[in-house]
T-cell receptor, first 111, second 116 residues
C-alpha cells in the first residue's frame, strides 16, 4: 500500500545538536512534499514544501529538506536545534491531490 | 498568511447527540477542504475530502452517514458527527487548499470532541 514513513518516533537532542528526521514515501510518479510542525498546544504549521526545481528546500526557522527522488526520501534537517524546536514534526506527501501524512516524529530538545 | 478557523475549539456532548464542527477559510477561497482525525500520539488520518458544491469523498472505512460533510460555500465546510458515541471522541482537524498560493494546505486549530 502507498504510504509515508517516518522512521523516528521520538528524538531527543541537546541544544546546538544537529537534526535529521527521515521521511520516505512509496508513491510513484510526481509528488509534492511537505514538512509540517505542531508545537505543543498549537495547530499544524507549514515548515517547507517541495514542488519542483532545486531538491534542497529551505524553510522557516532554519530548517531545510532534501528531496532525493532515487531514494523516495525527503529528510528534514537543521544544523543546530534550539529548545524552542521541541514539537511534533509531520512529513506529508501529495500524490494526485491525495494528501497523506507520516506518523510524526516527536522532537524534544533539552536546554 | 492564510488562516483557517474551526468552531468550536472543543465540545463535550452526551452519547447519541449530534455535533457540528465548522471550518472556515478566512482570507481565501477554498474549493477543496479536508477533514482529518488525530488520535493521541498518532498521525493525522484523512477522513474525507470536501469539494464545494459537490458530495464529499470519504476514505475507506469512514462512514459517510456517521460523518456528514457539507461544503456549501467557498469558505465554509461543516462536519457533523451524528449520533456520537464515546469512540468518536477525538481531535478533528480541517484544512483548506489555497490553490491561489501554489497549492498549499492551511490547517485549522482543531476541535477536540469528547463524547460521554
Amino acid at each position: 500500500a502507498q504510504s509515508v514513513s517516518q522512521h523516528n518516533h521520538h528524538v531527543i537532542l541537546s541544544e546546538a545538536a544537529s537534526l535529521e528526521l527521515g521521511c520516505n514515501y512509496s508513491y510513484g510518479g510526481t509528488v509534492n512534499l511537505f514538512w509540517y510542525v505542531q508545537y505543543p498546544g498549537q495547530h499544524l504549521q507549514l515548515l517547507l514544501k517541495y514542488f519542483s526545481g532545486d531538491p534542497l528546500v529551505k524553510g522557516i526557522k532554519g530548517f531545510e529538506a532534501e528531496f532525493i527522488k532515487s531514494k523516495f526520501s525527503f529528510n528534514l534537517r537543521k544544523p543546530s536545534v534550539q529548545w524552542s524546536d521541541t514539537a511534533e514534526y509531520f512529513c506529508a506527501v501529495n500524490h494526485n491531490n491525495d494528501m497523506r501524512f507520516g506518523a510524526g516524529t516527536r522532537l524534544t530538545v533539552k536546554p | 498568511g492564510a488562516v483557517v478557523s474551526q468552531h468550536p475549539s472543543w465540545v463535550i456532548c452526551k452519547s447519541g447527540t449530534s455535533v457540528k464542527i465548522e471550518c472556515r477559510s478566512l482570507d481565501f477561497q477554498a474549493t477543496t477542504m479536508f477533514w482529518y482525525r488525530q488520535f493521541p500520539k498518532q498521525s493525522l488520518m484523512l477522513m474525507a475530502t470536501s469539494n464545494e458544491g459537490s458530495k464529499a469523498t470519504y476514505e475507506q472505512g469512514v462512514e459517510k452517514d456517521k460523518f456528514l460533510i457539507n461544503h456549501a460555500s467557498l469558505t465554509l465546510s461543516t462536519l457533523t458527527v451524528t449520533s456520537a458515541h464515546p469512540e468518536d471522541s477525538s481531535f478533528y482537524i480541517c484544512s483548506a487548499w489555497d490553490r491561489g498560493a501554489v497549492e498549499t494546505q492551511y490547517f485549522g486549530p482543531g476541535t477536540r470532541l469528547l463524547v460521554l
